[in-house]
């Protein structure tokens, strides 16, 4: 698929077909275009947690109040440590959520490509994971993904956006 044809496809997808597995040789492809993101000074701050184990979901699933995300066979989770991210001395940015987006947005559009449906959730209690995932305290989770194969009838999503002119600003 073309680039252009997979930035157009991808969409949040909030119905998935729950007793349909993913290969494992796609669930690594996908992780390993999660790797291959850049992050500032290449200090790589982060960890993905791929959750399959029913006993863990029903531990994860009340951290986000929809029952759609219980219909995907696989959450994907993205936390980071702010203590290894990159720091600009200038003025202390810090790369942690930057760092963050950018395994995450790659994660999301290798599962497009591979004919996976995901949908970034940022609106989860991170609290009810750091418990289910034993997470020590210092540890951020970011986001938050199911990962499946989405039924027929959530493929219907139409891009809403901005128009171009309405965005850009030419110098
Ligand atoms: C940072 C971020 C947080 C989001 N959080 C949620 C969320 O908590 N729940 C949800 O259903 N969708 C969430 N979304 C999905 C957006 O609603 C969605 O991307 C947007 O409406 C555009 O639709 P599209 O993804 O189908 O192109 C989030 C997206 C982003 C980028």
């Not at 969409?11 to 993101?37: D, Q």
């Not at 942690?96 to 497009?112: N, R």
């Amino acid at each position: 698929m073309d680039f252009y044809d997979l930035v157009i496809k991808r969409c949040s997808i909030r119905s998935f077909e729950r007793h349909r597995t993913i290969p494992e040789e796609v669930l690594n492809r996908i992780l390993n275009a999660g790797r291959m993101a850049p992050s500032a000074s290449n200090l790589q701050p982060w960890r993905l947690h791929v959750i399959r184990s029913q006993e863990i979901l029903e531990k994860i699933y009340p951290c986000y109040k929809r029952d759609w995300i219980q219909s995907a066979p696989c959450l994907l989770i993205v936390s980071g440590d702010r203590d290894d991210a990159w720091v600009r001395r200038l003025d202390n940015y810090n790369s942690i959520e930057t760092d963050l987006t950018i395994v995450m947005d790659h994660l999301i559009l290798a599962a497009t490509w591979e004919g996976l449906g995901t949908c970034w959730i940022a609106a989860f209690d991170p609290e009810i994971i750091r418990k289910a995932l034993q997470l020590d305290s210092n540890i951020e989770i970011f986001a938050l993904t199911p990962l499946g194969y989405a039924t027929p009838d959530a493929l219907t999503s139409t891009k809403k956006r901005k128009a171009l002119e309405e965005i850009t600003s030419y110098y």
